[in-house]
C-alpha cells in the first residue's frame, strides 16, 4: 500500500510558490514608465468567431474581422460531415458533427475572401459558401 508523505508535498508546494513568486519579479514592471514605449504595444487580443455548418450553409455566411487581429474560427456541423475552404488564405478544415474544428489565422491583408464547402454533402453543395471580410 503506498502511504502519502506529506512533507514532501509541503516541499513541492512551496517550490512551486517560489517559482511563481520569482517569476513575478523577473517581469518588466509598470510603474514610473509606459510599457508600449519600451516594449511595444500588447498584441491584440483573438476574435473568437463561432461558425456552425448545415445542409447548405454556413451561419453566419458573412465574417467581418480586422486586418492583422488573430482569429480564432470554431467550425461545428448540425448534421454531416462538411468542409471549410478559402483558398485566398490559406484555410483548409474537415467539419465533423458533434466535434469543434478550430482553425487559427491571422489576415495580413483587407479585402473580401470567399469560403465554401470542401467536402460533398449532397444536392445543394454547390451553393453552401461564404465569405471573409477583413477590414482596416
Known amino acids: 500500500m503506498k502511504t502519502r508523505n506529506p512533507d ?3 516541499r513541492r508546494a512551496s517550490a512551486l510558490a ?3 513568486a520569482l517569476s513575478g519579479c523577473l517581469t518588466p514592471s509598470s510603474g514610473g514608465h509606459d510599457d508600449d514605449d519600451e516594449y511595444g504595444p500588447p498584441p491584440p ?3 473568437v468567431v463561432h461558425v456552425t455548418a448545415h445542409r447548405f450553409g454556413y451561419e453566419p455566411a458573412e465574417i467581418r474581422v480586422k486586418r492583422g487581429e488573430p482569429v480564432l474560427l470554431v467550425l461545428s456541423s448540425l448534421d454531416v460531415p462538411h468542409g471549410f475552404e ?4 490559406s484555410l483548409s478544415a474537415t ?5 469543434e474544428t478550430r482553425l487559427p489565422f491571422t489576415p495580413q491583408e483587407a479585402g473580401r475572401f470567399p469560403f465554401h464547402c470542401s467536402v460533398f454533402c449532397g444536392d445543394g453543395h454547390e451553393v453552401m459558401a461564404g465569405e471573409i471580410d477583413v477590414v482596416e
Open 8 to 10: 514532501l508535498w509541503i
Open 86 to 89: 478559402a483558398p485566398r488564405l
Open 18 to 20: 517560489a517559482a511563481f
Open 95 to 99: 467539419i465533423r458533427p458533434g466535434a
Open 45 to 47: 487580443a483573438e476574435h
